[in-house]
C-alpha cells in the first residue's frame, strides 16, 4: 500500500471583516503624553480565506498626531497632544488583507486635560475716592485658567497700605485671601482708610499648581477735602501784652491756607485775633486770673471742631508752678499728673505734716508802715485789716474745698475754673488730691487785700451759722509789717476749718484753729488786748479747748 498526499489549492473564497477594537480600555490619552504612548486602541480585522494575511494603516491620523502598528494593530501617540487646543481627535485605520480586499473604521481617542498651564490675571485695577468702600467686580479683579477644567483660583493680596480687604458680611474684619466666584459674587470689598494717600496692594493668583504675581494693581484715587482740626490751648502771661500764634495749634490733613474765626470773646482784656492765627493779648489793669476765648479755623470748605484758649494772667512776682511751661494744648500727652509723687528737693514746695504749701513769693519791695494807726496799736491778729496799713508782701492763698477729713496733697497745676455762686474768674493755683481717687478744684480769687478781710469776716460769720462750706474764693493778702511777713495758706474742709500760717519769726508752718483766731478778734476789739500773732499761736491750746466747751454748750444733741 502507498500513502500519497493531495494538497487543496486556496481559493478567494471571502473578503476580510470588519476592525474592532480589541482594548477593553478607554480610547483616551493625556495631553502632552510622549511619542509612543498607547491611547487605549487596537485594531483587529479577519480575513476567513487561510492563507491570507491582514495588515494595518491609518488613512486619517489625526495631523500626524497617532501611528498604527501594521501587524498588531496598536495605535500609539506620535505627536503633540494639547487639550486646550483639542479635546478630541478623530482617526480612521485601514485593514488590508493579502488577498486585497480592505476595510476602513473610524474612531475617536479622547484627549484628557491635565493643569498644565498657569492662570492668567486680566484684571487687576480699583477706581475710589478717600475713605470710599468699594465692592470689588470682574471689572476690578478677575482671572481665569486656560486649562480646559474649571479650577477655583485663589487670590492673595499683599503690601496692602491705606485700607484692608474685607468680606461684605464679615466688616471690620481685614482679609488677605479669597476666591474668584467670591469677587464674582460681589462678597468682597475694599475699605479705604481715609487718609490722603491712594491705597496699595499686590494680587497673587492661584489655580492650585501655578503661581502668577504679585502684581500691583492700577488704582484711580480721588481725595476729599477734610475739615482742619483746632486744639484747645493754655497760655499764661504776666500784666504785659501776650503774643502768640495759634497756627501751631492746628491740624489740616489737606494742608489747605487756613483762615482763623474767633466765635467768643474773652470776658476781660482786649483781644485781636488775626485772620492767620496771631494774635495779641492785653489783660485789663487790674485783672489777674483766666479768661479764654473759643475759635475755629476753615478751609475755605469745612470748619473744623470748636477750640478753646486759656490764658492765665499771673500777678508780678508770682512764678508759674515748678517744671511748668509757659503754654499747654490738649495735644501735649507727654504731661502726667501723680499726686502720688513728692516734689523734688529744692523746688518752691515745702512738706510740713504731709501736706505741700507754696512758699511766699515777694510781690513787691518790703515797706515799712506810716500810719499813725498801725504804730499806735500792735498788729491785729484777728481777720480784720486796718486800711491804712501798707502791705510788706503779698501772697497767693488758697481756699481748698473737699468732701472729707482725710489729709490731701496740694500740688501746682495750671488750669482755670470759675465759681458758679461768684461772677470773678478766679485762678486755680493748686488742686487737692488723695494721690488715688482724684481732685477736687481749688479757688484762688486775686483780689484786695482789704476784700481779704472782709470775705474772712463773712467766712467767721458763716461757719458760726452752720452753712455748709463747699468752695470759698479767697485772694492775695497783703500783710503789715508788724504782722504776717509771708503769707499763709487756708485750708477748708466740709468738715471743719484749719488755718495754716506762715510767721517770719517762726521756724515752720504752724497750724492752729481759724475760729481761735476770729475769736480773738472779737475779744481785741472788746478788750483792747495788746497781744500780738505769735502769742495766739503760743496760746492756741487754751483756745482750742475754751472753744471746745462753748461747742458742747451749744450744741444740740444728737
Known amino acids: 500500500a502507498q500513502n500519497f498526499t493531495i494538497a487543496v489549492t486556496d481559493v478567494n473564497e471571502s473578503g476580510i471583516g470588519p476592525i474592532s477594537d480589541t482594548d477593553a480600555a478607554a480610547d483616551t490619552v493625556l495631553e502632552n503624553s510622549a511619542n509612543g504612548t498607547t491611547v487605549g486602541l487596537t485594531a483587529f480585522a479577519d480575513d476567513p480565506d487561510g492563507t491570507d494575511t491582514v495588515s494595518y494603516s491609518l488613512d486619517d491620523n489625526a495631523g500626524g498626531r497617532f501611528a498604527i502598528h501594521a501587524t498588531t494593530g496598536v495605535v500609539t501617540v506620535n505627536g503633540a497632544l494639547d487639550h486646550e487646543t483639542a479635546t478630541s481627535h478623530s482617526v480612521t485605520i485601514r485593514a488590508t488583507s493579502s488577498d486585497g480586499s480592505f476595510s476602513t473604521q473610524n474612531f475617536t481617542i479622547a484627549v484628557t486635560d491635565l493643569n498644565d498651564n498657569a492662570p492668567v490675571l486680566v484684571h487687576n485695577d480699583l477706581i475710589l475716592m478717600e475713605g470710599e468702600t468699594v465692592t470689588l467686580a470682574n471689572g476690578n479683579l478677575q482671572s481665569v485658567d486656560p486649562d480646559g477644567t474649571p479650577v477655583v483660583l485663589t487670590y492673595t493680596v499683599g503690601g496692602v497700605t491705606g485700607g484692608r480687604f474685607e468680606r461684605a458680611a464679615s466688616p471690620g474684619v481685614g482679609i488677605t485671601l479669597f476666591t474668584q466666584p467670591e469677587v464674582d459674587l460681589g462678597q468682597i470689598v475694599f475699605v479705604h482708610d481715609g487718609g490722603e494717600l491712594a491705597p496699595t496692594y499686590a494680587v497673587t493668583v492661584s489655580d492650585g499648581v501655578f503661581l502668577v504675581g504679585p502684581q500691583a494693581a492700577t488704582i484711580s484715587f480721588t481725595n476729599v477735602n477734610d475739615a482742619p482740626h483746632a486744639a484747645n490751648v493754655s497760655f499764661e502771661v504776666g500784666t504785659s501784652t501776650l503774643l502768640g500764634s495759634l497756627l501751631s495749634w492746628v491740624e489740616d490733613a489737606d494742608g489747605d491756607p487756613l483762615a482763623f474765626l474767633l466765635l467768643t470773646a474773652p470776658t476781660a482784656g482786649t483781644l485781636q485775633l488775626a485772620p492767620d492765627g496771631s494774635f495779641s493779648y492785653a489783660p485789663a489793669n487790674t485783672m489777674a486770673g483766666v479768661c479764654s476765648f473759643a475759635y475755629q479755623v476753615s478751609d475755605g470748605q469745612a470748619t473744623s471742631n470748636v477750640a478753646v ?54 510781690h513787691g519791695p518790703a515797706k515799712t508802715s506810716t500810719s499813725t494807726d498801725t504804730t499806735d496799736r500792735p498788729s491785729d491778729p484777728g481777720l480784720t485789716s486796718d486800711a491804712n496799713a501798707e502791705p510788706e508782701f503779698q501772697q497767693p492763698l488758697a481756699v ?32 487737692v488730691g488723695d494721690g488715688a481717687a482724684g481732685e477736687t478744684g481749688v479757688f484762688v480769687h486775686l483780689g484786695q487785700s482789704g476784700a481779704l478781710w472782709r470775705e474772712l469776716d463773712e467766712f467767721h460769720q458763716t461757719v458760726e451759722s452752720g452753712t455748709d462750706v463747699s468752695a470759698i474764693a479767697i485772694g492775695s493778702v497783703g500783710t503789715i509789717a508788724s504782722g504776717l511777713t509771708v503769707g499763709y495758706v487756708l485750708w ?24 481761735v483766731v476770729v475769736s480773738a478778734s ?35 444733741l444728737p
Open 400 to 431: 481748698l474745698a473737699r468732701g472729707d477729713a482725710e489729709s490731701g496733697v496740694m500740688r501746682p497745676q495750671p488750669s482755670a475754673t470759675v465759681d458758679a455762686d461768684n461772677s470773678t474768674a478766679v485762678q486755680d493755683e493748686a488742686r
Open 492 to 515: 477748708v474742709l466740709r468738715s471743719g476749718l484749719v488755718l495754716s500760717s506762715i510767721l517770719a519769726s517762726l521756724p515752720a508752718w504752724t497750724m492752729f484753729d481759724p475760729l
Open 309 to 362: 484758649v486759656s490764658i492765665t494772667v499771673l500777678l508780678d512776682g508770682v512764678l508759674p508752678p515748678p517744671g511748668d511751661g509757659h503754654i499747654r494744648s490738649d495735644r501735649d500727652s507727654s504731661s502726667s499728673d501723680d499726686s502720688s509723687e513728692a516734689p523734688p528737693p529744692n523746688s518752691p514746695l515745702d512738706v510740713d505734716g504731709g501736706m505741700l504749701v507754696p512758699e511766699a513769693v515777694p
Open 522 to 556: 472779737g475779744r481785741m476789739d472788746e478788750e483792747q488786748d495788746e497781744e500780738s500773732l505769735e502769742d495766739l499761736v503760743e496760746n492756741q491750746a487754751a483756745w482750742a479747748a475754751e472753744r471746745q466747751r462753748e461747742n458742747r454748750i451749744t450744741e444740740p
